[in-house]
């Protein structure tokens, strides 16, 4: 008889204790160099449907010291917060060992989402986006527009917010300027974060001035879109993977439209992480970065937080069936 396993037990203080700004920026620049090794691999997330939202599937496996896998089960209802006080985006992430299939933990997906979502941007913007930026836009002024601005200021050096919001009560609290004239706003900006629900686009072409760098983060499902079509078509387009951004994404309204083509996208993040494609290649150039979330950064945070909570007494486990 095989003595049986513990698993952790994280919860969302618990990752927030283990994890510093450059422990995220660190583990997004691992899944996607990963992915450029082959040492990854994603198969397409599942979408289960529910009630005024709809739950997401991701799985990715990723071999660094040994090899790991996840899968993360999350539900996304984006008028939870407004009716009933909860967090739009909720769920757990199973994190196993690929050798043996042992259960390692399981986490909280609140923190991990949030944070792993804003590295992909951060990690993005230390490629496409100009390195004397200094005014931020973001757009959408919930959780993950302050996780967007937090790893922004990690790797630019940003003296400026501007926030826009439609709810003008969420818009106020943010650390930033209140905007209410969006086209004004972003064409005063280095970097725009759209991070928002929005099912119609709100930015604009004739929005973004020259040498902006766009992080479009809010298009996670097939109705969401963020960016008008033309201002896709304007910018040197990087995705964080090409096949999920073409169903699901911000590209995916572009090519639905005739203004990209597939063949138009400049890189994967994975390409520019690795070094086999540049990054922004002029001054003037609009750079947009279309984020869907990939399970490959999950797997890669949930092996970073894994071994720093090994470490750590007083972190609960739980002790599973055992088996023969």
Known sequence: MTAAPEALLLTRRDISGLMAPADWLAAAETAFRAAAEKRAQAPPPMEVAGEGGAFHAKGASLRLDRPYAVLKFNGNFPGNRERRGLPTVQGAILLCDGETGALLAILD??????????????????????????????????????????????????????????????????????????????????????????????????????????????????????????????AAVVTDVLDQCAAMGDLRHALEAGTMRREDVHAELADLVAGTRPGRTGEAQITLFDSTGTALQDVAAAALIHERALGRPGLRSVVLAACE
């Open 109 to 234: 997906s609140i923190e991990v989402t949030l944070r792993r979502t804003a590295a992909a941007t951060a990690l993005a913007a230390r490629f496409l986006a100009r390195p004397e930026s200094q005014t931020v836009l973001v757009c959408g002024c919930g959780e993950q527009g302050l996780a967007q601005l937090a790893a922004l200021r990690e790797v630019l050096p940003l003296r400026r917010c501007l926030a826009w919001d439609r709810d003008p009560a969420r818009m106020k609290a943010f650390p930033g300027d209140a905007v209410a004239d969006l086209g004004g706003a972003a064409r005063e900006s280095d970097v725009i974060a759209a991070c928002t629900t929005a099912r119609e686009p709100y930015l604009q072409a004739d929005f973004v001035r020259p040498g902006t760098f766009v992080a479009a983060v809010g298009a996670d499902s097939p109705d969401k879109n963020e960016v008008r079509p033309e201002l896709m078509a304007r």
